[in-house]
Protein backbone atom coordinates (compact mmCIF):
# COMPACT_ATOMS: atom_id res chain seq x y z
CA UNK A 1 0.00 0.00 0.00
CA UNK A 2 2.97 2.37 0.54
CA UNK A 3 4.49 1.66 -2.51
CA UNK A 4 0.99 2.26 -4.45
CA UNK A 5 0.44 5.50 -3.03
CA UNK A 6 3.64 6.96 -3.92
CA UNK A 7 3.70 5.70 -7.68
CA UNK A 8 0.12 7.00 -7.22
CA UNK A 9 1.00 10.50 -6.96
CA UNK A 10 4.12 10.01 -9.10
CA UNK A 11 1.43 8.58 -11.42
CA UNK A 12 -0.86 11.00 -11.27
CA UNK A 13 1.86 13.80 -11.86
CA UNK A 14 3.22 11.73 -15.12
CA UNK A 15 -0.93 11.29 -16.45
CA UNK A 16 -0.55 13.47 -19.66
CA UNK A 17 2.77 11.40 -20.98
CA UNK A 18 1.32 8.36 -19.93
CA UNK A 19 0.93 6.99 -23.15
CA UNK A 20 4.02 8.51 -24.30
CA UNK A 21 6.36 7.78 -22.24
CA UNK A 22 10.15 9.10 -23.84
CA UNK A 23 12.71 7.18 -21.61
CA UNK A 24 13.77 4.17 -19.90
CA UNK A 25 12.49 5.86 -16.28
CA UNK A 26 9.08 6.64 -16.80
CA UNK A 27 8.45 2.95 -18.57
CA UNK A 28 9.61 1.66 -15.12
CA UNK A 29 7.73 4.16 -13.24
CA UNK A 30 4.48 2.64 -15.33
CA UNK A 31 6.28 -0.57 -14.29
CA UNK A 32 6.35 0.07 -10.58
CA UNK A 33 2.49 1.01 -11.20
CA UNK A 34 1.34 -1.62 -13.01
CA UNK A 35 3.29 -5.01 -12.52
CA UNK A 36 1.38 -7.78 -11.14
CA UNK A 37 4.40 -9.46 -10.12
CA UNK A 38 5.56 -6.60 -8.16
CA UNK A 39 2.52 -6.35 -6.53
CA UNK A 40 2.49 -9.77 -5.61
CA UNK A 41 5.89 -9.64 -4.32
CA UNK A 42 4.50 -6.44 -1.89
CA UNK A 43 1.09 -9.30 -0.63
CA UNK A 44 3.54 -11.91 -0.39
CA UNK A 45 5.57 -9.70 2.32
CA UNK A 46 2.66 -8.69 3.59
CA UNK A 47 1.88 -12.24 4.03
CA UNK A 48 4.74 -13.27 5.44
CA UNK A 49 5.01 -11.00 8.54
CA UNK A 50 1.86 -11.34 9.73
CA UNK A 51 2.81 -14.96 10.82
CA UNK A 52 5.28 -12.69 13.44
CA UNK A 53 2.18 -11.08 14.78
CA UNK A 54 0.35 -14.23 15.18
CA UNK A 55 3.23 -16.21 16.68
CA UNK A 56 3.18 -13.42 19.22
CA UNK A 57 -0.04 -13.53 20.29
CA UNK A 58 0.24 -17.07 21.16
CA UNK A 59 2.38 -15.85 24.32
CA UNK A 60 0.14 -12.70 25.20
CA UNK A 61 -3.09 -13.45 27.55
CA UNK A 62 -5.59 -15.00 26.33
CA UNK A 63 -9.16 -13.97 27.79
CA UNK A 64 -12.64 -15.70 27.06
CA UNK A 65 -16.43 -14.71 27.85
CA UNK A 66 -18.79 -16.52 28.00
CA UNK A 67 -22.72 -16.17 28.85
CA UNK A 68 -25.63 -19.24 29.06
CA UNK A 69 -29.15 -19.61 30.06
CA UNK A 70 -30.28 -22.84 30.93
CA UNK A 71 -34.21 -24.40 32.01
CA UNK A 72 -33.99 -27.45 33.58
CA UNK A 73 -37.25 -29.29 34.77
CA UNK A 74 -37.40 -32.55 37.05
CA UNK A 75 -40.38 -34.66 37.97
CA UNK A 76 -39.83 -36.79 41.09
CA UNK A 77 -42.41 -40.17 42.13
CA UNK A 78 -41.05 -40.02 46.23
CA UNK A 79 -41.78 -37.41 47.14
CA UNK A 80 -44.19 -36.64 44.14
CA UNK A 81 -43.45 -33.02 42.74
CA UNK A 82 -41.55 -31.17 40.02
CA UNK A 83 -38.58 -29.04 40.11
CA UNK A 84 -39.06 -26.16 37.70
CA UNK A 85 -35.54 -24.48 37.46
CA UNK A 86 -33.31 -21.57 35.76
CA UNK A 87 -30.26 -20.30 35.98
CA UNK A 88 -27.60 -17.89 34.13
CA UNK A 89 -23.81 -17.87 34.25
CA UNK A 90 -21.18 -14.94 32.86
CA UNK A 91 -17.64 -15.49 33.18
CA UNK A 92 -14.44 -14.80 32.30
CA UNK A 93 -11.42 -16.80 32.01
CA UNK A 94 -8.21 -16.24 30.90
CA UNK A 95 -4.77 -17.84 30.50
CA UNK A 96 -1.16 -16.53 30.31
CA UNK A 97 2.38 -18.82 28.72
CA UNK A 98 4.77 -18.97 31.30
CA UNK A 99 7.01 -21.54 29.70
CA UNK A 100 5.98 -23.23 26.29
CA UNK A 101 9.33 -23.94 24.25
CA UNK A 102 7.75 -24.61 21.40
CA UNK A 103 5.65 -21.08 20.85
CA UNK A 104 9.16 -19.76 21.82
CA UNK A 105 10.91 -21.00 18.87
CA UNK A 106 8.20 -20.75 16.43
CA UNK A 107 8.13 -16.66 17.63
CA UNK A 108 12.22 -16.93 16.66
CA UNK A 109 11.16 -18.63 13.28
CA UNK A 110 8.82 -15.95 12.22
CA UNK A 111 10.92 -13.29 12.99
CA UNK A 112 13.47 -14.55 10.90
CA UNK A 113 10.59 -14.83 8.38
CA UNK A 114 9.33 -11.69 8.40
CA UNK A 115 12.85 -10.40 8.07
CA UNK A 116 13.43 -12.73 4.77
CA UNK A 117 10.29 -10.81 3.14
CA UNK A 118 11.57 -7.55 3.19
CA UNK A 119 14.75 -8.91 1.50
CA UNK A 120 12.43 -11.00 -0.56
CA UNK A 121 10.70 -7.56 -1.48
CA UNK A 122 13.93 -5.75 -2.22
CA UNK A 123 14.96 -8.48 -4.60
CA UNK A 124 11.91 -8.42 -6.28
CA UNK A 125 11.86 -4.73 -6.97
CA UNK A 126 16.06 -5.09 -8.03
CA UNK A 127 14.33 -7.84 -10.63
CA UNK A 128 11.69 -5.43 -12.01
CA UNK A 129 14.49 -2.88 -13.01
CA UNK A 130 16.19 -5.74 -14.62
CA UNK A 131 12.86 -7.27 -16.25
CA UNK A 132 11.87 -3.60 -17.41
CA UNK A 133 15.41 -2.42 -19.03
CA UNK A 134 15.25 -5.65 -20.96
CA UNK A 135 11.82 -5.26 -22.22
CA UNK A 136 12.94 -1.68 -23.11
CA UNK A 137 16.21 -3.21 -24.95
CA UNK A 138 14.27 -5.67 -26.69
CA UNK A 139 12.14 -3.23 -28.25
CA UNK A 140 15.03 -0.87 -29.29
CA UNK A 141 16.80 -3.65 -30.73
CA UNK A 142 13.99 -4.78 -32.56
CA UNK A 143 13.66 -1.36 -34.30
CA UNK A 144 17.19 -1.28 -35.11
CA UNK A 145 16.95 -4.87 -36.53
CA UNK A 146 13.53 -3.72 -38.48
CA UNK A 147 15.53 -1.48 -39.87
CA UNK A 148 18.11 -2.83 -40.98
CA UNK A 149 15.79 -5.55 -42.48
CA UNK A 150 14.24 -2.97 -44.59
CA UNK A 151 16.66 -1.31 -45.95
CA UNK A 152 18.62 -4.42 -46.74
CA UNK A 153 15.00 -5.74 -48.40
CA UNK A 154 15.36 -2.30 -50.56
CA UNK A 155 18.63 -3.21 -51.70
CA UNK A 156 17.95 -6.67 -52.54
CA UNK A 157 15.06 -5.14 -54.54
CA UNK A 158 17.21 -3.30 -56.54
CA UNK A 159 19.79 -6.08 -57.06
CA UNK A 160 17.34 -8.14 -58.09
CA UNK A 161 16.00 -5.36 -60.76
CA UNK A 162 19.55 -4.59 -61.77
CA UNK A 163 19.63 -8.49 -63.00
CA UNK A 164 16.20 -8.92 -64.56
CA UNK A 165 17.06 -5.94 -66.59
CA UNK A 166 20.91 -7.02 -67.45
CA UNK A 167 18.73 -10.33 -68.65
CA UNK A 168 16.57 -8.74 -71.10
CA UNK A 169 19.07 -7.43 -72.80
CA UNK A 170 21.33 -10.45 -73.12
CA UNK A 171 24.20 -9.35 -70.48
CA UNK A 172 23.59 -11.56 -67.61
CA UNK A 173 22.69 -15.14 -67.16
CA UNK A 174 19.41 -16.08 -66.01
CA UNK A 175 20.97 -17.33 -62.97
CA UNK A 176 21.88 -13.81 -61.94
CA UNK A 177 18.33 -13.00 -61.68
CA UNK A 178 17.30 -16.19 -59.99
CA UNK A 179 19.94 -15.78 -57.26
CA UNK A 180 18.62 -12.14 -56.69
CA UNK A 181 15.25 -13.06 -56.80
CA UNK A 182 15.72 -15.72 -53.89
CA UNK A 183 17.76 -13.05 -52.06
CA UNK A 184 15.00 -10.45 -52.33
CA UNK A 185 12.31 -13.16 -51.01
CA UNK A 186 14.58 -13.91 -48.29
CA UNK A 187 14.91 -10.49 -47.36
CA UNK A 188 11.38 -9.52 -47.81
CA UNK A 189 10.45 -12.42 -45.30
CA UNK A 190 13.15 -10.98 -42.86
CA UNK A 191 11.47 -8.17 -42.78
CA UNK A 192 8.14 -9.47 -41.73
CA UNK A 193 9.58 -11.34 -39.47
CA UNK A 194 11.49 -8.43 -38.02
CA UNK A 195 8.10 -6.60 -37.81
CA UNK A 196 6.47 -9.10 -36.41
CA UNK A 197 8.94 -9.54 -33.64
CA UNK A 198 8.73 -5.86 -32.74
CA UNK A 199 4.83 -5.68 -32.59
CA UNK A 200 5.51 -8.93 -30.13
CA UNK A 201 8.13 -7.10 -28.20
CA UNK A 202 5.99 -3.89 -27.72
CA UNK A 203 3.44 -6.17 -26.08
CA UNK A 204 5.54 -7.50 -23.97
CA UNK A 205 6.49 -3.80 -22.58
CA UNK A 206 2.64 -3.30 -22.48
CA UNK A 207 2.35 -6.86 -20.34
CA UNK A 208 4.90 -5.28 -18.17
CA UNK A 209 3.38 -1.87 -17.77
CA UNK A 210 -0.52 -2.00 -18.04
CA UNK A 211 -0.99 0.50 -20.84
CA UNK A 212 0.78 1.20 -24.23
CA UNK A 213 3.96 3.07 -24.27
CA UNK A 214 5.25 4.37 -27.55
CA UNK A 215 7.84 7.56 -28.33
CA UNK A 216 10.85 5.14 -26.90
CA UNK A 217 14.83 6.49 -26.70
CA UNK A 218 17.69 4.97 -28.05
CA UNK A 219 21.79 4.78 -28.01
CA UNK A 220 23.35 7.54 -30.08
CA UNK A 221 25.49 6.05 -33.33
CA UNK A 222 28.72 7.53 -31.21
CA UNK A 223 27.78 5.39 -28.38
CA UNK A 224 31.15 3.96 -26.42
CA UNK A 225 30.97 1.67 -23.24
CA UNK A 226 32.56 1.81 -20.26
CA UNK A 227 32.79 0.14 -16.98
CA UNK A 228 31.72 1.69 -14.04
CA UNK A 229 35.08 3.10 -12.26
CA UNK A 230 33.95 0.74 -9.28
CA UNK A 231 34.12 -2.51 -10.96
CA UNK A 232 37.57 -3.30 -10.79
CA UNK A 233 38.07 -6.13 -8.73
CA UNK A 234 36.05 -9.16 -9.06
CA UNK A 235 37.00 -11.03 -6.20
CA UNK A 236 35.36 -8.31 -4.09
CA UNK A 237 32.83 -8.14 -6.25
CA UNK A 238 31.98 -11.14 -5.35
CA UNK A 239 32.20 -11.03 -1.97
CA UNK A 240 30.19 -8.32 -1.87
CA UNK A 241 27.24 -10.08 -3.27
CA UNK A 242 27.49 -12.57 -1.35
CA UNK A 243 27.09 -10.25 1.87
CA UNK A 244 24.57 -8.17 -0.01
CA UNK A 245 22.64 -9.62 -2.60
CA UNK A 246 18.74 -9.63 -1.16
CA UNK A 247 17.79 -12.90 -2.54
CA UNK A 248 21.02 -14.42 -0.61
CA UNK A 249 20.11 -12.74 2.84
CA UNK A 250 16.03 -13.69 2.49
CA UNK A 251 17.13 -17.93 1.76
CA UNK A 252 19.76 -17.22 4.66
CA UNK A 253 17.46 -15.99 7.53
CA UNK A 254 14.84 -18.92 5.84
CA UNK A 255 17.71 -21.49 6.80
CA UNK A 256 18.10 -19.91 10.38
CA UNK A 257 13.98 -20.03 10.56
CA UNK A 258 14.57 -23.59 9.61
CA UNK A 259 16.96 -24.13 12.56
CA UNK A 260 14.09 -22.13 14.92
CA UNK A 261 11.47 -24.74 13.79
CA UNK A 262 13.01 -27.82 14.39
CA UNK A 263 13.62 -26.42 17.96
CA UNK A 264 10.08 -25.98 17.63
CA UNK A 265 8.90 -28.96 16.91
CA UNK A 266 11.38 -30.47 19.36
CA UNK A 267 9.45 -28.64 21.88
CA UNK A 268 6.73 -30.81 21.58
CA UNK A 269 8.28 -33.27 24.27
CA UNK A 270 8.64 -30.75 27.07
CA UNK A 271 6.31 -29.55 29.83
CA UNK A 272 4.34 -26.53 29.67
CA UNK A 273 3.16 -24.13 32.19
CA UNK A 274 0.25 -22.07 32.20
CA UNK A 275 -1.41 -19.50 34.72
CA UNK A 276 -5.01 -19.89 34.41
CA UNK A 277 -8.00 -17.73 35.99
CA UNK A 278 -11.52 -17.32 35.61
CA UNK A 279 -14.83 -15.01 37.56
CA UNK A 280 -17.64 -16.54 37.23
CA UNK A 281 -21.50 -14.94 38.29
CA UNK A 282 -24.45 -17.95 38.35
CA UNK A 283 -27.59 -17.27 39.11
CA UNK A 284 -30.31 -19.95 39.69
CA UNK A 285 -34.15 -19.38 40.65
CA UNK A 286 -37.24 -22.20 41.03
CA UNK A 287 -38.70 -24.31 43.41
CA UNK A 288 -40.72 -27.49 43.19
CA UNK A 289 -44.36 -26.05 43.98
CA UNK A 290 -43.95 -23.31 41.76
CA UNK A 291 -42.55 -20.61 44.16
CA UNK A 292 -38.92 -19.83 45.16
CA UNK A 293 -35.94 -17.11 45.52
CA UNK A 294 -33.20 -15.78 43.27
CA UNK A 295 -29.91 -17.36 44.31
CA UNK A 296 -26.97 -15.77 43.57
CA UNK A 297 -23.40 -17.31 43.13
CA UNK A 298 -20.04 -15.78 42.37
CA UNK A 299 -17.13 -18.04 41.70
CA UNK A 300 -13.40 -16.67 41.59
CA UNK A 301 -10.27 -18.79 40.63
CA UNK A 302 -6.45 -18.61 39.75
CA UNK A 303 -3.80 -21.45 39.55
CA UNK A 304 -0.88 -23.22 37.15
CA UNK A 305 -1.36 -25.86 35.13
CA UNK A 306 1.53 -28.14 34.45
CA UNK A 307 1.30 -30.60 31.44
CA UNK A 308 4.14 -33.15 30.65
CA UNK A 309 3.46 -34.89 27.10
CA UNK A 310 4.08 -38.76 27.49
CA UNK A 311 2.93 -40.16 24.61
CA UNK A 312 1.32 -38.64 21.05
CA UNK A 313 1.66 -41.61 18.99
CA UNK A 314 5.04 -41.10 17.43
CA UNK A 315 3.44 -37.45 16.20
CA UNK A 316 6.19 -35.77 17.89
CA UNK A 317 9.30 -37.38 16.83
CA UNK A 318 7.74 -37.35 12.97
CA UNK A 319 7.02 -33.72 13.59
CA UNK A 320 10.89 -33.38 14.26
CA UNK A 321 11.96 -35.59 11.73
CA UNK A 322 10.06 -32.97 9.19
CA UNK A 323 11.44 -30.10 10.67
CA UNK A 324 14.61 -31.63 10.32
CA UNK A 325 14.11 -32.07 6.15
CA UNK A 326 13.05 -28.91 5.71
CA UNK A 327 16.05 -27.80 7.52
CA UNK A 328 18.24 -29.32 4.85
CA UNK A 329 16.17 -28.08 1.89
CA UNK A 330 16.60 -24.23 3.12
CA UNK A 331 20.42 -25.01 3.86
CA UNK A 332 21.06 -26.90 0.55
CA UNK A 333 18.64 -23.96 -1.47
CA UNK A 334 21.47 -21.36 0.32
CA UNK A 335 24.38 -23.37 -0.79
CA UNK A 336 22.59 -23.91 -4.22
CA UNK A 337 21.84 -20.06 -4.69
CA UNK A 338 25.27 -19.35 -2.91
CA UNK A 339 27.30 -21.05 -5.89
CA UNK A 340 25.27 -19.84 -8.56
CA UNK A 341 25.33 -16.58 -7.36
CA UNK A 342 29.19 -16.60 -7.17
CA UNK A 343 28.97 -18.15 -11.15
CA UNK A 344 26.96 -15.29 -12.20
CA UNK A 345 28.77 -12.42 -10.71
CA UNK A 346 31.56 -13.31 -12.35
CA UNK A 347 29.97 -14.01 -15.54
CA UNK A 348 27.95 -10.89 -15.65
CA UNK A 349 31.74 -8.97 -14.92
CA UNK A 350 33.29 -10.62 -17.70
CA UNK A 351 30.30 -10.09 -19.87
CA UNK A 352 30.25 -6.03 -19.12
CA UNK A 353 34.42 -6.18 -19.52
CA UNK A 354 34.13 -8.61 -23.08
CA UNK A 355 31.02 -5.99 -23.89
CA UNK A 356 33.52 -3.07 -24.37
CA UNK A 357 35.77 -5.00 -26.97
CA UNK A 358 32.69 -6.98 -28.61
CA UNK A 359 30.90 -3.66 -29.24
CA UNK A 360 33.87 -1.90 -30.80
CA UNK A 361 34.14 -4.99 -32.73
CA UNK A 362 30.67 -5.56 -34.19
CA UNK A 363 30.69 -1.47 -34.67
CA UNK A 364 34.22 -1.80 -37.04
CA UNK A 365 32.52 -5.25 -38.45
CA UNK A 366 29.30 -3.05 -39.49
CA UNK A 367 31.84 -0.11 -41.35
CA UNK A 368 33.73 -3.31 -43.25
CA UNK A 369 31.00 -4.70 -44.21
CA UNK A 370 29.07 -1.33 -45.29
CA UNK A 371 32.57 -0.86 -47.23
CA UNK A 372 32.73 -4.86 -48.84
CA UNK A 373 29.39 -3.82 -49.93
CA UNK A 374 29.77 -0.35 -51.31
CA UNK A 375 32.76 -1.69 -53.34
CA UNK A 376 31.29 -4.59 -54.89
CA UNK A 377 28.01 -2.76 -56.10
CA UNK A 378 31.02 -0.93 -58.16
CA UNK A 379 32.85 -3.68 -59.25
CA UNK A 380 29.09 -4.99 -60.31
CA UNK A 381 29.17 -2.28 -62.63
CA UNK A 382 32.17 -2.85 -64.27
CA UNK A 383 31.80 -6.07 -64.44
CA UNK A 384 34.39 -7.52 -62.10
CA UNK A 385 31.99 -8.65 -59.14
CA UNK A 386 28.52 -10.39 -60.04
CA UNK A 387 24.99 -10.43 -58.36
CA UNK A 388 25.91 -12.64 -56.12
CA UNK A 389 28.49 -10.71 -54.88
CA UNK A 390 26.39 -7.92 -54.36
CA UNK A 391 23.47 -9.65 -52.50
CA UNK A 392 26.19 -12.10 -50.23
CA UNK A 393 27.86 -8.46 -48.73
CA UNK A 394 24.37 -7.12 -48.86
CA UNK A 395 23.87 -10.06 -46.08
CA UNK A 396 26.70 -10.08 -44.36
CA UNK A 397 25.90 -6.08 -44.04
CA UNK A 398 22.68 -7.11 -42.48
CA UNK A 399 23.97 -9.59 -40.38
CA UNK A 400 26.51 -6.92 -38.92
CA UNK A 401 23.95 -4.03 -38.08
CA UNK A 402 21.53 -6.48 -36.35
CA UNK A 403 24.84 -8.16 -34.02
CA UNK A 404 25.69 -4.35 -33.20
CA UNK A 405 22.74 -3.57 -32.02
CA UNK A 406 22.35 -6.88 -29.73
CA UNK A 407 25.61 -5.87 -28.09
CA UNK A 408 25.36 -2.34 -27.40
CA UNK A 409 21.59 -3.21 -25.95
CA UNK A 410 23.39 -6.09 -24.07
CA UNK A 411 26.44 -4.42 -22.40
CA UNK A 412 23.59 -1.81 -20.76
CA UNK A 413 21.43 -4.77 -19.34
CA UNK A 414 24.52 -6.31 -18.48
CA UNK A 415 25.62 -3.36 -16.35
CA UNK A 416 22.06 -3.77 -14.69
CA UNK A 417 22.52 -7.43 -14.32
CA UNK A 418 26.38 -7.31 -12.16
CA UNK A 419 24.48 -4.60 -10.19
CA UNK A 420 21.90 -6.83 -9.14
CA UNK A 421 23.97 -9.51 -8.33
CA UNK A 422 26.24 -7.27 -6.03
CA UNK A 423 22.98 -6.36 -4.09
CA UNK A 424 24.10 -2.66 -4.95
CA UNK A 425 21.17 -2.17 -7.90
CA UNK A 426 18.87 1.22 -7.27
CA UNK A 427 17.36 3.59 -9.64
CA UNK A 428 20.25 5.65 -10.13
CA UNK A 429 22.08 2.79 -12.29
CA UNK A 430 18.88 2.93 -14.21
CA UNK A 431 19.25 7.11 -14.40
CA UNK A 432 22.65 6.48 -15.55
CA UNK A 433 21.49 4.35 -18.19
CA UNK A 434 18.93 6.51 -19.39
CA UNK A 435 20.99 9.28 -19.64
CA UNK A 436 22.49 7.68 -22.11
CA UNK A 437 18.83 7.31 -24.36
CA UNK A 438 18.99 10.53 -26.30
CA UNK A 439 17.79 9.63 -29.88
CA UNK A 440 14.00 8.99 -30.77
CA UNK A 441 13.85 5.17 -31.87
CA UNK A 442 10.82 5.26 -33.61
CA UNK A 443 11.21 9.00 -35.60
CA UNK A 444 14.60 6.93 -36.88
CA UNK A 445 12.63 3.93 -38.19
CA UNK A 446 9.83 6.40 -39.46
CA UNK A 447 12.51 7.74 -41.43
CA UNK A 448 14.69 4.63 -42.53
CA UNK A 449 11.02 3.31 -44.07
CA UNK A 450 9.85 6.43 -45.68
CA UNK A 451 13.18 6.62 -47.53
CA UNK A 452 13.24 3.33 -48.87
Known sequence: MIRRSLVLALAAALSPMAAQATDLLQVYEMARNGDPQLASAESTRLYDKEGQVQARAALLPQLDGTASLTRTKSKYDQPVGTVDSRSRRYSVDGTQ??????????????????KAADFTLESANDDLIVRTAAAYFNVLVAIESLTAAETNEAAAKKQFDYADKRLEVGLAPITDMHEARAEYDQARADTITARNTLKDYYQALTELTGQPVTGLRSLPEDFRPEVPANYSDIDQLVATAVSEN???????????????????????????????????????????????????????????????????????????????????????????????????????????????????????????????????????????????DVVQNQRTLFSAQVQYAQARYTFLQNRLLLAQATGKLDIADLQDINRLLSVDAEAKLQQSSSSQ
Open 97 to 114: TLFNWSQFSNLRAQRDIS
Open 246 to 388: PALKAQQLKVSAAESSVSAARGGHYPTLTLGGSWGKTATWGDSTGSGGLTPDHTDSIGLTLSVPIFSGGATQSAVRQALAQRDIAQDTYEQQKRALDRNTRNAYQTVVAGISEVEARRLAVVSAQAAFDASQVGLEVGTRTVL
